[in-house]
C-alpha cells in the first residue's frame, strides 16, 4: 500500500548507507549491548554517537536513550519531584503525561499553546522548583510551539523547560537540528535552562531518543533517571545506524527542500476538495498534516475509502484527540514523489464526493 502513516520524515528507515553501517556495527560489536549503561552497556559506539549528536544540536552534552518513551518517564521525575511544580501543556505526548504523573509533583495542565494560562500558573504558585514540559512540534496538529515565549517565562519565573523535539529534530532548523535551532535558541543562544530530547525513531530512520543540555543537567540526570540507570543500554550496531543517520540529516538540505515541496502540494489540492466536505485541514507547515473529519464513525469510512484505493492512512480518534475531532493524520515524508501526493489527493476527492452527507459515511 502507499503509506501516509510513518514518522519516517526523510525516508532514511531503509537508506543503504544505514544498512551498512548496522551491518558493520553488528560484526564489530555483536547484536546486544549485554548491561546498563553505568555497567557495561555504554559502548564506543553509543559514545560516539553521543558526542555526535551533541555537536550537531550545538549544545554541551547528550545522553542516549533506547527508547523516547522510557527517555521521558524517567526524565521528568528526575528533575521534579513531591512539594515542586510541574506545567504542562494540555496536547503534551503521552510519555511526557506519564513522567508528570510519575514524578509526584504538583501538576497544572494549561490550554494549548495558552501562554497567558501559563503565566498565571506559573505566577500563582510558590514552588522551590518549577519545570514546563511541552512538545516542540505537536504529534496530532502539527503545529509549532512558541519555543521563545516558553523560555522567556522561565527566565521570569525561575523555571526549566522540558522540550520534547520527537517530530522536529533532523526536519526543521538549520540543516535539521531541530527546533531550538529553528528559533535560534542553540549553539551561543543557548540556554542553559532548556533540556532538549528529541527521538531518534522518526526523522532519523532507527530507534531510540537523546536529552540535551548543560553538563550540570546531563550528569544529574545520568545519576538519577532511572529509566537509564536500570535499563538495559541500546545496542551498538544501532548506534553505528544513528551515526551514519546523523551525517545525512546534516546535508539533507535537498531532502528537507523536496518534502516542503510534497506538504505544499498536499494542502494546495486539499484546499479544493475541502469546501462542501464539512472537514478542516489543520494549520500545520509540518510534515504531520491533521485532517479533521469530526466523528469517530466518519473518520473510519474515510480510511476505509483510502484502504480500499490501496493508500494506508490512520484514523486517530479520542482519547488520543480530543472529542469531535476525529481525523486523518497524514504523515508526509521526502520519500513521497508528485504522484504519490497527486494519488492521495484524488483518492480523497472519491471518498468525500461518496460519502453520504448526512452523516459523513458510506452507505
Not at 544505514?18 to 546498563?36: D, K, N
Amino acid at each position: 500500500m502507499l503509506a501516509f502513516c510513518s514518522n519516517d520524515y526523510l525516508g532514511l528507515a531503509s537508506h543503504p548507507m544505514l544498512v551498512r553501517a548496522a551491518t558493520e556495527g553488528a560484526r564489530q560489536f555483536g547484536i546486544g549491548s549485554g548491561g546498563s549503561p553505568l555497567v557495561s552497556g555504554h559502548s564506543e559506539a553509543n559514545g560516539n554517537l553521543q558526542r555526535q549528536l551533541a555537536e550537531f544540536v550545538q549544545l554541551p552534552r547528550t545522553l542516549y536513550f533506547y527508547a523516547g518513551y522510557a527517555a521521558n518517564i524517567g526524565i521528568v521525575p528526575a528533575l521534579v519531584g513531591a512539594g515542586d511544580a510541574l506545567f504542562s501543556d494540555s496536547l503534551n505526548h503521552a510519555c511526557l503525561i506519564d513522567g508528570a504523573r510519575l514524578s509526584r509533583a504538583k501538576i497544572h495542565r494549561y490550554p494549548h499553546g495558552d501562554l497567558q494560562a501559563l503565566e498565571a500558573a506559573l505566577a500563582s504558585g510558590d514552588a522551590k522548583r518549577k519545570l514546563i514540559i511541552s512538545d516542540a512540534v505537536f504529534s496530532m496538529d502539527g503545529d509549532i510551539a512558541d519555543v521563545p515565549a516558553l523560555l522567556q517565562l522561565c527566565e521570569r519565573f525561575d523555571a526549566l523547560l522540558l522540550l520534547d523535539d520527537a517530530h522536529g529534530f533532523g526536519v526543521l532548523g538549520e540543516q535539521g537540528r531541530g527546533t531550538l535551532s529553528h528559533f535560534g535558541l542553540s549553539g551561543l543562544r543557548a540556554s542553559p535552562r532548556v533540556l532538549y530530547m528529541a527521538t531518534l525513531g522518526k526523522a532519523a530512520g532507527v530507534c531510540g531518543a537523546f536529552v540535551a543540555g548543560s553538563d550540570p543537567l546531563i550528569e544529574w540526570l545520568l545519576q538519577t533517571t532511572r529509566s537509564y540507570i536500570f535499563a538495559t543500554a541500546a545496542p551498538p550496531l544501532l548506534a553505528c545506524a544513528l551515526s551514519a543517520s546523523i551525517g545525512l540529516i546534516e546535508v539533507g538540505n535537498e531532502l528537507r527542500s523536496h518534502l516542503q515541496q510534497r506538504i505544499e502540494q498536499l494542502r494546495t489540492g486539499l484546499a479544493e476538495i475541502l469546501p462542501g466536505t464539512g472537514w478542516s485541514l489543520g494549520e500545520s507547515s509540518t510534515a504531520i498534516q491533521p485532517l479533521v473529519v469530526g466523528s469517530n464513525e466518519a473518520a473510519l469510512s474515510v480510511m476505509d475509502g483510502l484502504t480500499r484505493r490501496g493508500i494506508w492512512v490512520p484514523a486517530i480518534r479520542p482519547p488520543t484527540v480530543p472529542e469531535g475531532t476525529a481525523r486523518l493524520r497524514i504523515a508526509m515524508s521526502a520519500a513521497h514523489t508528485e504522484a504519490d501526493v497527486d494519488n492521495l489527493i484524488n483518492a480523497l476527492g472519491e471518498v468525500a464526493h461518496h460519502l453520504t452527507p448526512e452523516i459523513g459515511v458510506f452507505p
